[in-house]
């Protein structure tokens, strides 16, 4: 007996440039009455496409071309749109990823959840009500009785994807479809909403398909794990299976970029002069009459970086690490505090800098997409600092930007492309040729992995240690991801509300003192399927 | 596999340059109008400001193709006289006053502050002045003259240009690659000209042809009402007004520039719709 079964499912689009191409090729899959089945691969792997086609839904520009996707005896991709309709909500519910725009902020919560009843007419306005009530506890909602009367920005980032959940679950529905539920949240949010779907899919009985392209999380709610790639089925098992007797060399790869390799110290901390050093910075944004800003995102922040080694930054969103970061690179001039460069003190704003101290000190930003020119070439955007810079022009700048392609392992064709015809990895590495062009010491890169699929990651942070080595450079590496983190960084300082809470060895981790710290080591999805259920219960802090 | 999709993807078609044959259209009238502005006055059949005919308010006959004016001068000749006027003159503002609000649009977003306030409020007390009416105290109290046509025109179409691209380039101002230039220290001029200008140029450039048709149509208002160009010479507007008094006689004099002012419009309307996705959108 089974619930859904996908078979030889054939999806097209078109591009924007009007290019035909399939983007899922003879997909089949099966899932049973109460079982979890999670879809698992990078971006691209039309992991998605699949969920939503479960609703009989396509995405603008795509069509499904040819397969049966039965759920509930009735095929979705051929039924009447007014049959989907009927069946959407009821039979199959959708979980988006980004929960904050799913709501509409003008309306309250309540209306919003109970809106499946009142469209499909399932039960009166009031019972609709209760029962939404009845969700909210099961999700472990605070204040079930009263937070629907609120509106979308009036709880958190956590509250609203379990709202969203409570949105899906209110028509009790047989299927439902998680779309990257927690990829948005950060990790001491993500164990909580992780619980809280677990408790209510296992107490509804009803069975789930979990899109996520993290591992580690898809272990601790899956029965089942389907692993994509290019729009096919690479390898299918249970959880146990998949992690850890995994046959297939793509599967294989992702499970070992969960874990890479770590850094192999080979300089000591020195008593000498840091490479970059941070005393006391106070940073903030809007400024006041009293000349001191009004919303205050860096307190007395003080950190330290010796020549050769690596510093993670790690906190959640809203901790200031970005921040940090700006207020190195001047960006946002601290109001307070001094940062020294090698010993030598720098100007507060990136303005009153000389040229030699901005050369000094490169940054790299997060989104690669947006961090490169959309009208230069690559070739430009390399070759730009070295003139700027160092006043190179012409056959030595072109043989210059040859060498920084090789040195990120590009190859030379590329120096002709813009970035949009490139991947994201890609893009990534020219960002990275760029912050060398200009002969750094130190480089800061803010979140670069995280926009990146698992195993390119994995290779951006490879050719980071690599590049250390050969150039002596040093890094701020600021990351929400803790085991990036941890391959790359000696030390790691963890910030919360603007504030340092810690500093720690990377090796020394597991001996944190402060409490914050620990939670936040302690909430990162282990590649363990029994993690979730062994995590003790806790307030959040 | 991703190489031969790469090679098979560079023709025009797939990279954003399909043009449509609406577009194709549009661009001919429009090529048409500018080549009869360069060469009209030689290639009229007859002298524009000479009275060929004994009739006045002619019909339309082998002789003249349009017919003939209120004189008894030759429609067509006068037309395509007027096409200098006309285009000329709108080219020419349109030019200004696109230049003056990107410069400004791109130094405010890209300055910010103080110098963002002091510009867009400037900009913005020029355009609460009602348009038709600063034209016509403007060319009453110095003279109508072709530089003074051009410069009101301008200087009435800027705060709509700057406030299009100020807001373009406050949107990429925002983006990484502009910070990043600026931890580079890069000087503001290189900001606006390398970062920010090659970004909005392509919604610049459409704006730059909708502004252009609205002059057109300012224009050939001022022209009708007296203040454009003055007689003898004729731009459409005034060619319209010269003749109105055919209009109860059915006389083609009046028809003719105006179809020659709706032809023009729209095909440039049409031109910046149909518009390759390439040029109108760079965000692919």
Redesign the interface.
Known sequence: MTLAQIRDLRVGATT????KVQIIRGVSLDIAPGEIVALIGESGSGKTTIALSLMGHCRPGCHIASGSVMVDGVDMATAPERQRAALRGTTVAYVPQSAAAAFNPATRLIDQVIEVARIHDLMPMDQARAKAVEVFRALALPDPETIGDRYPHQVSGGQLQRLAAAMALIGDPKLVIFDEPTTALDVTTQIEVLRAFKSVMKAGGMAGVYVSHDLAVVAQIADRIVVLKGGEVQEEGTADQILHRATHPYTKSLLAAFHPAPRATAVAPSKTVAALEVQNVTAGYGMGRDGQPRKIALENVSCRLDKGRNLGVIGESGSGKSTLARAI???LPPVKGRIMLDGHLMEPS??A?S?ED?RRL??V???AD???????SVGDIIG??LT??HGTKGAARQARVAQLLDMVRLPQAMRHRLP??LSGGQKQRVNLA?ALA?DPEVILCDEITSALDTVVAASVIELLKDLQRDLNLSYVFISHDLSTVEAICDEVMVMHHGRVVETLPADRLTQARDPYSKLLFSSVPQLDTGWLDRMPLRAAI | MSQAL?L??LSP????W?VSPVGVLAACVIAFWAVMAMVGPWIAPHPPGQIVDYDFFGPLSAEYPLGTDYLGRDMLSRVLAGARFTVGISLAAVMLACTAGIVLGMAAAVLGGWTDTAISRVLDAVSSIPSKLFGLVVVAAIGSSIPVLIGVLAVVYTPGSYRFARALAVNVNT???V??A?????RTAYLIR??IM??ILGPVLADMGLRFVFIVLMLSGLSFLGLGVQPPNADWGSLVRENMGGLSFGAPAVIMPSIAIATLTISVNLLIDNLP?RIRD???
């Open positions: 924007d440039s009007g290019r690179a001047g960006l990136s303005r800098r040229k901005l490169q940054i930003f997060q989104l947006t961090a490169l020119n959309p009208a230069q730009r600092p700027f810079y949009g015809e760029r200009a | 790469s098979r993807n078609r797939n990279m954003g399909h983006m990484d690659y910070t990043v600026r931890a580079r220290g890069e390398a970062e090659p970004n996705t760079r965000s692919e």
